[in-house]
């Protein structure tokens, strides 16, 4: 079926780099991505979202890149921090009603001070 | 303002039994959509509720239902538990039922032996 995958199942980082996390998605219907982080014992936390009709969006620190000709998203995470450290999952809503999302396989990100 | 609540956090059952998970969204928030958790699988949709009524259902067995209450808190039931049906379930709401953040709770643990 359709899903959404990251490249890299784990990423380790110094305090201070810039990180790049990428996802490659196959649903040409997708409208909308999201961006999730997921500490240990707890339920995801929204980071950033974006919709189609862009193609980047920044928030604090954090920048997501769509490029819908070859259907990759990408998580910047600037000055990455010891508190960064958890696993990222990028998500698509594949066009049907409602809020339902497809989840990557997530990247562990581990930084290091 | 609470955020997602789940009941119970952990939880024991063996092969055979059945079980019933509970979720109150953020107040104000009428979608409430249901994620399983697995190390191999990843966050797989189950269902998504609005209104009292199931709006989308993913690709999970009938032994996996779900409902809605009038003051939006949702249950989700898993009859003749398998062992694969260990994982975590994630109980997430929005205020409306349009692709948008969703806020995850931090899960029920299920454990099938």
Redesign the interface.
């Known amino acids: 079926g359709e899903s959404v995958g990251l490249h890299l199942p784990t990423l380790s980082v110094q305090e201070g780099d810039n990180s790049i996390i990428n996802c490659a998605y196959s649903n040409s219907a997708s409208d909308y991505f999201i961006w999730y982080k997921q500490e240990s014992g707890k339920g995801p936390q929204f980071i950033i979202d974006i919709r189609s009709n862009m193609d980047k969006r920044q928030g604090q620190r954090v920048t997501v890149l769509l490029n819908k000709t070859v259907k990759h998203l990408s998580l910047q995470i600037a000055a990455t921090q010891p508190g960064d450290s958890a696993v990222y999952f990028c998500a698509e809503n594949p066009g049907q009603a409602g809020t339902a999302l497809i989840f990557g396989k997530g990247t562990t990100l581990s930084v290091s001070s | 303002k609470a955020g997602?609540t789940q009941t119970p956090r952990y939880l024991i059952k063996t092969r055979g039994q059945q079980v019933t998970l509970s979720c109150s969204p953020i107040s104000g928030h009428r979608?409430v959509?249901w994620?399983q958790q697995t190390p191999g699988q990843?966050?797989?949709?189950l269902f998504?509720y609005?209104s009292e009524t199931q709006?989308?259902k993913?690709?999970f067995p009938g032994r996996f239902s779900g409902r809605q209450f009038s003051n939006s808190r949702s249950e989700m039931n898993v009859s003749t538990l398998e062992l694969g049906d260990s994982a975590l379930y994630?109980c997430?709401s929005?205020f409306v039922?349009?692709?948008?953040?969703?806020?995850?709770?931090?899960?029920s643990r299920l454990t099938v032996l």
């Open positions: 997602v979608s959509s994620y990843g966050l797989q949709f998504e609005f709006r989308n993913g690709n994630l997430a929005s039922q349009v692709p948008g953040e969703l806020f995850f709770g931090e899960g």
